[in-house]
């Protein structure tokens, strides 16, 4: 078994160089392995038979040429037909080429390898002395060789510029279209070249591997070669690598001067070896990495979108297309306050937070308010409302400049009030002077003064503001007063969880009947005003304790006892260090005490107020029966003397159900 084997494979290599007489040779590779041929420079024989030419290293050629010279002339036909394969090292950009020659010597050891192709050298180059007859597969495109394209075959004799040449292509079966070949494609291609003696007619077909002879010859050339061929010719392969290089393979080689070249056994050639560039191989996983990573690319976009879109999501209803125009987009306003930044805080008060912002559209400064707002209900008549009071305009009010609607939440915008708000000046923990003179006191005092006679009595509805607070007055640049935040207590009244435990208004402002009648009027709004006269006189907060012969009492009761005792200027701040009038002193704490008498009736309305205020009717006396009065109603409301029990809690809903803006029309 083995012995037939080795006796079959023997044969084999017989077979597969069967020299005639020199003659009339005729020779077949079926791929050379054990072929006795003559090879220099990088040529070399795989053990698969692979005949390799060159490897990619540079600036080197390789030959091989059949080893016995062979009789040639003009006049003479051959016929031969071979099969390569080009693997360039860098994609696209091979070099330089193999040549089929046929010359009269195989000693190429002064050629130059490149686009010299191992055959020639600046020197010889085109010299007729040379007896060179090459056909050229050429990957790069020489212009000093006048070559056509960096893909052409041509035929050269004696030099490099080409007698005749053409772009790699082969006619199909029609002989009608050319089909363009990739000499670098790493296919296997089979070349036919046959030359007829007596028309001295060249042809040259090629075509991918396994094709059949195309019927019509890439080229087909009358050359007359018979100053080429001497008596005895050599013929075999050049190929060149230069600054890039191929890998040129032969797989297979026929020839023959007595008649067609003899046809390839494909199942026998060689296998071209496997391609396993790491780029290449490298190319599917970078595609689908790049398409992954275009995949997140696109998720990340869309979810960004989609988190922008929700981040400045707003709530518009159709009813709200006649606000438009006091519309703000939560998109400005969250530009404005670069994004609600702690930073950009102005103060947190009952209604919510209020943030420091500058309009990017028209670059001025407001205050915007964040108040949270769970209920759709009642919203319209709310944001009605507030667009109207947009109308409200009075030089000690604040302006509200528009409004902006989100889920959860109601966004106001009003004029900026660069001093910030009275409580933070006139409590400062200083223990120096005040920053605030008594004469500024006396402006703020009249101008809050004005602002509640113009919500109560000047406008065309009479506007309950229901907190009157020293926080709730804002100072502009020229410290004048500025009332904000009113009708804002109405948002407790519409909504729905308004069972919770919201107190509309502030503990220390509350007027006593509030909690009877629950329903919050005009003079309200005098009580408070009145705790806020005694606040910006005494600089002290209504609901600290203070202690007057040896009781703790709020601000009220205190200042009605020194009042009482005939030292209500004790009372004065002392931040003032006495640079006070005494008279207008005297005035503004009585009026307080006035003002929050704990019987609405006996309050005075803010017409009077303002009257008393500026001198134009004078203030009757406090009435002696002032504290009692107010403890006894305390007593019956509280169940304590004087002072608000610390857990001071009332349903909204049951104090204040009814609206603040009265519609009785004027
Ligand atoms: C090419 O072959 C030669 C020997 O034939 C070897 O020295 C050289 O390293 C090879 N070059 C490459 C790039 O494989
Ligand atoms: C070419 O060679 C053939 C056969 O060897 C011979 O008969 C013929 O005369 C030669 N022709 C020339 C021009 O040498
Ligand atoms: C070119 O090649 C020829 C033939 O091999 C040689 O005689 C000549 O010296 C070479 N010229 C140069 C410059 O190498
Ligand atoms: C093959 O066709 C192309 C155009 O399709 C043409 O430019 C080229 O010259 C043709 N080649 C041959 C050898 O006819
Ligand atoms: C020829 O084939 C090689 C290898 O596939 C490729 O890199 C090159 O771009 C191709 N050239 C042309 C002109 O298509
Ligand atoms: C060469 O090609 C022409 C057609 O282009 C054909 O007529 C002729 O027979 C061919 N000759 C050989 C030797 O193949
Ligand atoms: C080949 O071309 C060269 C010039 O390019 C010319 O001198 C020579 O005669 C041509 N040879 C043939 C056989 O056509
Ligand atoms: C071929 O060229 C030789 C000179 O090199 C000349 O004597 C001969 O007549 C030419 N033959 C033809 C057919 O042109
Ligand atoms: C081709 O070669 C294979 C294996 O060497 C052989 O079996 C087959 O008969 C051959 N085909 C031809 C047509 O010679």
């Known amino acids: 078994m083995a012995e037939a084997r080795l006796l079959q494979s023997v044969l084999l290599i017989f077979l597969s160089v069967v020299v005639f007489a ?29 005949l390799v030419l060159t490897n990619t ?3 080197l050629s390789g030959h091989v040429f059949y080893p016995r010279p062979l009789k040639l002339n003009a006049t003479r036909s051959f016929s031969t037909s071979f099969v390569f394969a080009m693997y360039p090292d860098v994609e696209a950009h091979g070099g330089h080429g193999i040549a089929f020659v046929i010359s009269s010597s195989t000693n190429f050891d002064r050629a130059v390898p490149a686009e010299y192709l191992g055959l020639f050298n600046l020197s010889n180059n085109g010299l007729a002395s040379n007896h060179v007859f090459a056909v050229e597969f050429d990957t790069i495109q020489n212009a000093v060789f006048g070559d056509i394209d960096g893909n052409h075959v041509g035929i050269d004799i004696n030099g490099l510029t080409s007698n005749d040449s053409a772009s790699a292509a082969y006619y199909d079966a029609e002989g009608q279209t050319n089909r363009s070949l990739n000499l670098t494609s790493r296919q296997a291609m089979q070349v036919w070249i046959d030359y007829d003696g007596d028309e001295r007619l060249m042809n040259i077909s090629l075509a991918p591997l396994g094709l059949l002879k195309p019927e019509r010859p890439l080229l087909s050339t009358h050359l007359n070669l018979s100053s080429v061929f001497l008596d005895s010719m050599y013929v ?10 191929n890998e040129h393979y032969l797989l297979g ?4 001067q007595i008649g067609e070249a003899q046809g390839f056994n494909f199942t026998e050639l060689p296998p071209l070896p496997r391609f396993t560039s790491q780029r290449r191989s490298l190319e599917p996983v970078f595609i689908g990495l790049l398409a992954v990573f275009v995949l997140l690319l696109v998720i990340i976009a869309g979810v960004i979108y989609a988190l922008r879109r929700k981040m400045f999501e707003e709530v518009k209803e159709p009813w709200e297309q006649e606000y438009a125009s006091h519309r703000f987009s939560f998109k400005d306003l969250y530009v404005a306050t670069k994004g609600f930044r702690d930073s950009e805080l102005l ?19 407001v205050a915007i308010k964040r108040v949270s707002h769970d209920s759709r209900q009642g919203m319209r008549e709310f944001v009605s409302e507030i667009v109207s009071m947009r109308r409200l305009r009075h030089r000690n009010l604040i302006q509200l400049l528009g409004y902006c609607r989100r889920k959860g939440e109601l966004l106001l915008v009003y004029d900026y009030m660069s001093n910030g708000s009275l409580d933070k ?19 703020i005092i009249k101008g809050v003064a004005s602002a509640l006679l113009y919500l109560h009595e000047e406008w065309e509805q009479v506007v309950l503001h229901r907190d009157v607070k020293a926080s709730n007055v804002l100072l502009d640049a020229d410290m004048n007063a500025r009332l904000g935040d009113f009708g804002l207590a109405r948002l407790y009244d519409h909504g729905s969880n308004s069972r ?25 709004d005098v009580f408070a005003f009145g705790i806020f006269l005694l606040e910006v006189a005494c600089g002290v907060q209504p609901f600290r304790l203070l202690n007057f012969a040896g009781e703790d009492l709020v601000l009220v009761d205190w200042v009605f006892e020194c009042w009482n005792k005939g030292a209500i200027l004790e009372t004065s701040d002392p931040k003032l260090e006495g640079y006070y009038v005494s008279k207008e002193m005297e005035l503004v704490l009585k009026l307080g005490l006035h003002c929050s008498h704990s019987k609405p009736e006996a309050r005075p309305s803010m017409r009077q107020a303002v009257q008393f205020l500026h001198g134009d009717a004078v203030l009757p006396d406090v009435p002696s029966d002032y504290d009692l009065e107010r403890n006894g109603l305390l007593d019956k409301y509280w169940g304590t003397s004087g002072s608000f029990p610390s857990s001071f809690q009332v349903s909204a809903n049951s104090l204040f159900s009814d609206n603040s803006v009265a519609r009785h029309g004027r």
Do not use: C, H
């Open 253 to 256: 080689w026929s020839w023959s």
């Open 57 to 59: 290293s540079k600036q």
């Open 425 to 443: 000046i006139l409590f400062e923990k200083k223990e120096s002077k005040s920053n605030l003179s008594w004469s500024q006191r006396m402006n």
């Open 347 to 365: 103060g947190s008060g009952g209604f919510g937070k209020v943030y420091k912002g500058v309009l990017p559209s028209t670059n001025t400064e």
């Open 22 to 50: 020199e003659d009339e040779t005729q020779f077949i590779y079926n791929g050379f392995r054990g072929a006795n041929l003559r090879l220099d420079g990088l040529a070399n024989i795989q053990p698969n038979g692979l």
């Open 500 to 524: 919770s435990t919201n107190i509309v208004g502030t503990v220390g402002y509350l007027a006593p009947e509030l909690s009877i009648t629950g329903k919050p009027t005009p003079a309200t």
């Open 236 to 245: 075999g392969f050049s190929a060149a690598t230069g600054l890039t290089a």
